[in-house]
């Protein structure tokens, strides 16, 4: 298994303002995700964290305002830019065991940082 | 893309009680998970279960892959095990480069003592 945290848990923020969320996994990790949950919907996947290169993104999501980065297999950042009430979600970071992407493997969630956007 | 459908949406139980909880997908899938998210967001990993069937303890679940349905089992309901269920699936893309991991719209439970 793979335990993973995120920072922050929780903010409220301003609208036009920035956040950024950290995801860091206590083992290396083949793939890293983020998804997005709305109030009281299922888990939508953002975006597909890439070590080394740029996100892989869902239809609808654009890293113009979710960019994402990788630097290493244990660590990644969401950042939601510019926000608007309509980003006030639950945003969770996910990691994936195995030795190849082509394998698809168990899938393990960090705690998730709830976002409250005025 | 896939799609995923769970039922039933809502359920209330009496503690103690059994119940089956469903997940039907639209396609072949490679991967299948079941979560349990608690009152406090976080999601908990019940079963990798791509085919088969697994127990732990109370839970249990089955996939039946060739007819793309999944079930979770919970016996002696307890009122820790209220939250929201949710499946979900992975499989290829069309064009077999990179994964669909689709979530269902989830399963809501309370457990009344």
């Known amino acids: 298994s793979a335990v993973i945290s995120q920072k922050p848990s929780r903010d409220i923020c301003q609208r036009g303002t920035s956040l950024t969320i950290q995801c860091q996994v206590d083992?290396?990790?083949?793939?890293m995700f983020w998804y997005r949950q709305q109030p009281g919907q299922s888990l939508t996947l953002i975006a597909t964290a890439n070590q080394g290169s740029e996100a892989t993104y869902e239809s609808g999501f654009v890293i113009d305002k979710f960019p994402i980065s990788r630097p290493n297999l244990t660590f990644s950042t969401l950042t939601v830019s510019n926000m608007s009430p309509e980003d006030s979600s639950i945003y969770l970071c996910?990691?994936?065991?195995?030795?190849?992407?082509?394998?698809?493997?168990?899938?393990?969630f960090g705690p998730g940082t709830r976002l409250t956007v005025l | 893309g896939i799609q995923v459908e769970q039922s039933p949406p809502d359920l209330i139980l009496q503690e103690g009680a059994n119940s089956t909880l469903r997940c039907n997908f639209s396609?072949?899938?490679?991967?299948l998970q079941w979560f349990h998210q608690n009152p406090w967001g976080q999601l908990i990993n019940l079963f990798y279960?791509?085919?088969g069937t697994k127990q732990n303890g109370r839970l249990s679940a089955t996939t039946v892959a060739t007819e793309r349905y999944s079930l979770l089992y919970i016996s002696s309901s307890q009122t820790t095990d209220s939250g929201v269920y949710f499946c979900?699936?992975?499989?290829?893309?069309?064009?077999?480069?990179?994964?669909?991991?689709?979530f269902g719209p989830g399963t809501r439970l309370s457990v009344l003592p």
């Open positions: 279960i791509p085919s």
């Open positions: 996910s990691g994936q065991l195995g030795t190849s992407v082509r394998f698809y493997n168990e899938q393990f």
């Open positions: 396609d072949s899938v490679n991967n």
């Open positions: 979900a699936v992975t499989n290829l893309r069309r064009d077999n480069y990179g994964q669909n991991f689709v």
């Open positions: 083992s290396q990790v083949t793939m």
